[in-house]
T-cell receptor, first 112, second 117 residues
Framework: AQKVTQAQTEISVVEKEDVTLDCVYETRDTTYYLFWYKQPPSGELVFLIRRNSFDEQNEISGRYSWNFQKSTSSFNFTITASQVVDSAVYFCALGTGNQFYFGTGTSLTVIP | EAGVAQSPRYKIIEKRQSVAFWCNPISGHATLYWYQQILGQGPKLLIQFQNNGVVDDSQLPKDRFSAERLKGVDSTLKIQPAKLEDSAVYLC???????????????FGEGSRLTVL
């Protein structure tokens, strides 16, 4: 069965702290895709990153970085030097076959 | 490039009434999804279209929900009759061609927020 688990329901950090959002996935497919989306208070889901199952290279984009480890079926997301604008709900998602599965999300609050 | 358009943004109805939501995906996107997002939860897939055909509607409560994408472009999601537990945000998303192997990101609309009283 396909499944995405985001164990952290809510996280609060003080501005400029680093924070890591965890994502663990389950799939028996050998080809799959992992995504992170941000959902700010406005409600629209904003795409952040896509990774395919054959590319385990970590990625950095500005203050954002992603760590993909197939051995632990994890795709964690780190925000360095967090800012108030990072406050949002973050969703990890798994795309496989013809389906797209979302985790339950992690609500991040960055306190000024 | 225009994004995914949805309307209405907000709708308040009483239980047992009906409601319809409309979605216009990004031009050229063959795959269209409707998701239901209840407050505090992740989006739950209701139905997936590939052009004008249904790929997956296994989680659509077919006794009250229906959806169509007649010409393979716009789509409509209807609820009749609505129940209190249908209060949620209904998100439409599209992607170029998921089934053909283009596993790009899903582009989402702003959602339609339904409140059932």
């Amino acid at each position: 069965a396909q499944k995405v688990t985001q164990a952290q329901t809510e996280i609060s950090v003080v501005e400029k702290e680093d924070v890591t959002l965890d994502c663990v996935y389950e799939t028996r497919d050998t080809t799959y895709y992992l995504f992170w989306y941000k959902q700010p208070p406005s409600g629209e889901l904003v795409f952040l990153i896509r990774r395919n199952s054959f590319d385990e290279q970590n990625e950095i984009s500005g203050r954002y970085s992603w760590n993909f480890q197939k051995s632990t079926s994890s795709f964690n997301f780190t925000i360095t030097a967090s800012q108030v604008v990072d406050s949002a709900v973050y969703f990890c998602a798994l795309g496989t076959g013809n389906q797209f599965y979302f985790g339950t999300g992690t609500s991040l609050t960055v306190i000024p | 490039e225009a994004g995914v358009a949805q309307s209405p943004r907000y709708k308040i109805i009483e239980k047992r009434q009906s409601v319809a939501f409309w979605c216009n995906p990004i031009s050229g996107h063959a795959t269209l999804y409707w998701y239901q997002q209840i407050l505090g939860q992740g989006p739950k897939l209701l139905i997936q279209f590939q052009n004008n055909g249904v790929v997956d509607d296994s989680q659509l409560p077919k006794d009250r929900f229906s959806a169509e994408r007649l010409k393979g472009v716009d789509s409509t999601l209807k609820i009749q009759p609505a129940k209190l537990e249908d209060s949620a945000v209904y998100l439409c998303a599209s992607t170029q061609n998921w089934l053909a192997g283009d596993h790009g990101e899903l582009f989402f609309g702003e959602g339609s927020r339904l409140t059932v009283l």
